[in-house]
């Protein structure tokens, strides 16, 4: 926080406003199983997805995420079953024989692989884009410099903050980023409580 603040005043405004840091990561007991959820979620209300993963654990009779021999042993109508769209059954079949292939890496790799190799090594699976990825390195494996800038909510937490009167580009959010380093995560939970807020205060400097 005291980085940030003293790299950029606009910033230092919001950091002041909205108080202490309160950014937590969730335990990443598998690569595999992280993914397998944010698949199931993209695009669906929590409720939703909560649902459509019971059905899954169902559908193995597991009380945890299916593995991916078993992804891969069942079929196409029986995760349709489950509730997964045609897209999502593709992608988690993928996602589940890269796995096997060794692309998606072991928890123990993943956590010395430098940001940037993780991202091009697990976009590389179906209907896994740079945001998911991201969310990853931000809540699962707590990385510091992570900047989603095509994040919706970070575009329109930067408008309010910075007094912007179109939302954003990525690229005009990356630009200004680079004064946040090695602190990115940290200036983008800040940016989500702007867009949570929706006060247009926190842009003065």
Not at 23 to 36: G, I, K
Not at 57 to 72: E, K, S
Not at 85 to 100: E, G, H, M, P, Y
Not at 160 to 171: C, D
Request: aromatic share 6%.
């Amino acid at each position: 926080m005291r980085a940030l603040c003293a790299a950029d005043a606009r910033l230092k405004t919001l950091i002041e406003r909205v108080g202490p840091c309160r950014l937590r990561t969730n335990a990443l007991q598998s690569p595999f199983h992280a993914l397998l959820e944010a698949i199931t979620y993209q695009q669906l209300t929590g409720k939703a997805a909560e649902t459509i993963l019971r059905r899954v654990h169902a559908l193995f009779h597991v009380r945890r995420l299916p593995t991916p021999d078993q992804i891969l042993g069942a079929t196409v109508e029986e995760l349709r079953g489950a509730g997964l769209s045609r897209a999502k059954v593709a992608a988690i079949q993928d996602l589940a024989l890269k796995t096997l292939e060794g692309t998606v890496p072991t928890l123990a790799r993943l956590r010395r692989m430098p940001d940037d190799e993780i991202v091009e090594r697990l976009t590389s699976i179906r209907g896994v884009g740079p945001w998911t990825v991201e969310m990853l390195l931000m809540f699962r494996l707590g990385r510091p410099d992570i900047l989603p800038a095509t994040d919706y909510g970070i575009r329109k937490g930067f408008q309010i903050a910075f007094r912007t009167r179109a939302l954003p580009a990525p690229a005009a959010v990356l630009r200004r980023g680079e004064r946040w380093r090695p602190y990115r995560t940290v200036a983008s939970w800040y940016l989500w409580r702007a867009a949570d807020t929706k006060t247009p205060e926190a842009g003065r400097a």
